[in-house]
């Protein structure tokens, strides 16, 4: 039997809808009526047999279902957005898709993007951001900024640069705390930023309490976010003290806007890697982006990055982590 796909409509819908939490915006942004809006959720709802959508007192929120189908959503319209406009190029040689996590688009990507495409402008560059991992084994990308320990199958794997771990927090937060004596007194006086991605990761507090606290430690409270992204955006704006990794951090740390109130820094045991499928690695425009990516991105630029050196602390395991 065929397995139910919904109409593309019927999605598009969904996702303007989730995004905008209002039909009638989503309708404005798809020029369709509210009703037509309304009559595509129907559909999607009982096709899928979930409620997607609750209103209370005119506010439209998602159901735990809306918010996980929202995920797949969005990726499929990305990936089919791409490769619709990889079919529509005259030259789609000069496409390049470079798919990454979101928080190293943000944080080290996108900043040094306006360089490489000043020196290659006739490179087309599309980013595309996913938190998802099984989204870097399909081959629907040339490049790939990937953090990991480099081996995965079929793959052209360049390593970018290592990665340290530990605390940050606005110069505001580690103000307010005062003066301490000791990690475990000065935590006990800020907020504990947490990032949690769904089951699959769970930050690096732990790992890093482990390496540099000896004492048990009682955070002032608790903020709990999904991805780094957010996690570093609350702590720069003063939410509370967050677990940075580099080269995530460095930019913010370089800027002033965060400050790393301890000297010890966990070794990861992973790293990022700029990489390519087999069939794709040796094409020109791959070439360019990689040999830009080295130098530009790569070990002796995150080194130049550091505010302060780091203290030597014992290594700690640490798995793909959704950025």
């Known amino acids: 039997m065929r397995p139910y796909i919904p109409s593309l409509q019927s999605l598009l819908a969904f996702e303007a809808a989730s995004r905008h939490l209002s039909f009638t915006r989503a309708a404005q942004e798809l020029e369709l009526t509210q009703t037509a809006i309304s009559h595509q959720i129907k559909t999607l709802e009982d096709r899928l047999e979930v409620k997607l959508f609750v209103r209370r007192r005119n506010v439209l929120t998602l159901t735990p279902a809306a918010r996980e189908y929202l995920n797949s959503v969005h990726e499929a319209i990305n990936l089919l957005s791409i490769a619709t406009a990889h079919a529509r190029k005259k030259k789609p040689s000069t496409v390049l898709t470079v798919t990454c996590l979101p928080t190293y688009a943000v944080k080290c990507l996108i900043p040094a993007l306006p360089e490489f495409q000043r020196a290659h402008p006739d490179i ?3 980013v595309a951001t996913s938190s998802t991992f099984n989204e870097f084994e399909r081959n629907s990308y040339d490049v790939a900024i990937r953090y990991g320990t480099g081996r995965w199958a079929s793959t052209r794997s360049d390593r970018l640069h290592s990665e340290e771990f530990f605390p940050v927090c606005s110069p505001e937060v580690l103000a307010e705390a005062g003066r301490f004596g000791s990690i475990a007194e000065g935590l006990a006086r800020m907020r504990q930023i947490r990032t949690y991605f769904y089951s699959m990761y769970q930050d690096d507090w732990p790992a890093w309490l482990e390496a540099a606290v000896h ?14 992204l ?8 003063g939410v509370g003290i967050a677990i940075g990794r580099t080269p995530l951090v460095n930019g913010d740390l370089q800027s002033g806007k965060l400050v790393a109130p301890f000297e010890v820094r966990v070794p990861s045991s992973s790293a990022y890697f700029v990489t390519s499928p087999i069939d794709k690695a040796r094409t020109k425009k791959v070439e360019l982006f990689r040999e830009w990516a080295l130098a530009r991105l790569g070990e002796n630029r995150e080194r130049a990055a550091r505010t302060s050196p780091p203290r030597a602390v014992a290594a700690a395991v640490a798995a793909d982590a959704p950025c």
Request: glycine share 4%; net charge negative.
């Open 124 to 126: 087309t560059v599309h």
């Open 215 to 228: 004492e048990p430690v009682e955070f002032a409270g608790e903020s709990v976010f999904h991805l780094q």
């Open 230 to 237: 957010t996690s570093l955006a609350a702590a720069v704006d």
